[in-house]
């Protein structure tokens, strides 16, 4: 049949990148990373420039479309690899990312009567002004004792699907009346490409409280949230739900154009960054904790019963690989926090010396920071710059450092946050481990396991547990390539299942980082430390952050 390959696009914060891939080895023959011309929309609307409020995120559904008319060109003449051998494509999206869509399946903020209402844009998924709306479905869930809040952790996320969807009804019921459809990005994307629209059962059942054999939460739930919500789901979340690795369907004469590849080619149902990521570094069985390492962190789990976990983001039938439970935890920001500390509170001697010495700043810090041994900073802090995703689910938490001196360096506080962050993984291991979803090994991909050695040893210190890395650029797109190769099925030269695409695509490195039993050590006194900490402020005892934020709030 000759070789075939597939292309997995994966669409991440702030940019979107194609994958060209070879199906027999899983090798990454070319990628193309395309920018979102509006970038992650957070303080003014484009074009009228009206003014967001705090904790909003928005982005541009065209730089979606840009990503597939620049990235999917560039890597099929990059390969030099024949369109008629490309015999599918899939993608990954990071997740609750949604819209409002019109009975076309075009977005509200393509009419010119809803572009200068922020509700009519896409929700990024750290769109986080929708926090008084998951509080109450929390509370009203709670006291119903509905059957699947235990699903996720006790408590839905602000980040998610309903909660963002009761915000547009709240402050926009104009927006909320006009929306025939509220779709995943991912869903949405996949419907351009194919002409129709279907839901995939990963988004639907992580981020929009679906469920394989209930559905969705009964009318009365929704009714007791608020009335208006009663036909939701079957209304504005209608539509088929299919599992990952099915076709969506064939791609379109007219995508094919914008394209270069051969119409009808299969184009797999939607997924998710993170979850696309498992198979794509050989994780098809429990056991293995699989850390997506950027911006934030997702974590992924796989586990064959349905357990109860505090704090998790969801546990999911089928969810990541068919035939397991799929656990999903995560930390809200993790490279965020890295980036927050270079561009906005670093002096700048330490940018001049770095330039100096030819380094970028990260390098610079790390190679400082690294001369530390664990404690002798003397600092420990709360990584809640963007909240706290897992386990306490709250994004009205706030970050903190404690025991700064008049002597602290600026790469003492870069370890700090870059511990902080281990910990905060090592609370989710802990979850998982002690509630009866084994975590004996890691496994890290992302952009930041590429970049910074430190940080790696310093999670393997921190959770005691060895570290295995991605051996791909693109991780999830890499996943994303493999489901479009089930999608398209054997006989095309695809696969039968994402087990066997994993056997034959998927890789780790070789080295790996391996816990070092003197920082083992002192990290478990330090952790024990920020445990303190971590449930003073984290678990009411102290409400000072929630506090300091309504101040803020109402002086704004
Ligand atoms: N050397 C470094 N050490 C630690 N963090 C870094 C380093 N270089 C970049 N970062 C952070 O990594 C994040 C980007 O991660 P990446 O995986 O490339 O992106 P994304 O999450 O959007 O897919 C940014 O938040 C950035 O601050
Ligand atoms: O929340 C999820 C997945 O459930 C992610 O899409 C989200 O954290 C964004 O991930 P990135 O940090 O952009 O890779």
């Known amino acids: 049949m000759g070789q075939k390959y597939t292309i997995g696009v994966d669409y991440g914060t702030q940019s979107g990148r194609a994958v060209l891939v070879d199906l027999s080895s899983g090798h990454e023959v070319a990628d193309h990373v395309t920018p979102y011309p509006h970038h992650v929309i957070d303080e003014y609307l484009p074009g009228s420039g009206i003014k967001l409020a705090h904790d909003w995120a928005l982005q541009h559904p065209d730089d979606y479309l840009e990503v597939l008319r620049r990235s999917i060109p560039a890597v099929i003449k990059e390969s030099g690899v024949n369109p008629e051998d490309v015999i599918g494509v899939g993608i990954d999206f990071t997740a609750c990312t949604m819209l409002p869509v019109d009975e076309a399946g075009e977005p509200l903020c393509f009419h010119k009567e809803y572009v200068d209402d922020p509700h009519s844009w896409v929700k990024l998924w750290k769109h986080h002004a929708a926090q008084p709306e998951a509080d109450k479905i929390n509370q009203i869930a709670a006291e119903r004792g509905e059957a699947f809040l235990p699903r996720y952790g006790g408590k839905i996320s602000s980040e998610w699907m309903i909660a963002k969807i009761w915000q547009i009804l709240d402050e926009a019921p104009e927006i909320y009346d006009r929306t025939d459809l509220f779709l995943e990005a991912t869903d949405w994307v996949i419907s351009q490409m194919t002409g129709k629209v279907v839901r995939n059962s990963c988004t639907a059942g992580y981020k929009a409280i679906w469920h394989k054999q209930e559905g969705f939460p009964s009318r009365e739930y929704f009714k007791a949230l608020d009335p208006r919500l009663e036909n939701l789901t079957d209304t504005k979340l209608r539509g088929e739900v299919i599992a990952l690795g099915s076709s969506a369907g064939g791609l379109t004469d007219a ?82 926090i890295f ?50 995703r897992s386990v306490l689910v709250d994004t009205d938490l706030t970050g903190m450092i404690l025991g700064l001196t008049l002597l602290t360096k600026p790469q003492e506080v870069y370890r700090t946050l870059l511990e902080a962050t281990a910990f905060g993984t090592r609370k989710i291991v802990d979850a998982f481990h002690s509630n009866g979803v084994p975590v004996d090994a890691l496994y890290a991909c992302g952009g930041l396991p590429q970049k910074n050695r430190l940080l790696m040893q310093i999670y393997a210190d921190v959770t005691n547990r060895e570290i295995y890395i991605a051996d791909s650029k693109q991780t999830p797109a890499l996943g994303a390539a493999m489901f479009a190769a089930v999608a398209a099925g054997a006989e095309a030269g695809g696969y039968d299942s994402i087990i066997d695409a994993a056997t034959s695509m998927a890789r780790v490195k070789e080295e790996t980082f391996k816990p070092i039993p003197a920082n083992v050590e002192i990290y478990e006194l330090l952790y024990q430390e920020y445990s303190k900490l971590h449930d003073y402020f984290g678990r009411g005892e102290n409400d000072v952050m929630k506090r300091l934020k309504a101040i803020k709030k109402s002086a704004e």
């Open 255 to 336: 995508m094919a154009e914008l394209t270069g590849l051969k119409p009808g080619i299969a184009v797999a149902v939607g997924n998710v960054d993170a979850h696309a990521a498992v198979p794509a570094v050989g994780v098809v069985t429990p056991g293995k904790l699989v850390m997506a390492m950027g911006t934030s962190i997702c974590h992924m789990l796989l586990g064959t019963e349905e357990k109860q976990v505090e704090g998790m983001c969801g546990v999911v039938e089928d969810g990541i690989i068919p035939g397991l439970y799929g656990y999903e935890a995560g930390q809200s920001a993790v490279g965020d």
């Open 339 to 388: 980036e927050w500390f270079v561009e906005e509170s670093l002096p700048s001697y330490v940018k001049e010396q770095a330039e100096k010495e030819g380094l970028g700043v990260h390098q610079w810090l790390e190679r400082e920071a690294a001369k530390y041994q664990p404690g002798e900073t003397g600092l420990l802090a709360l990584d809640w710059w963007n909240g706290n």
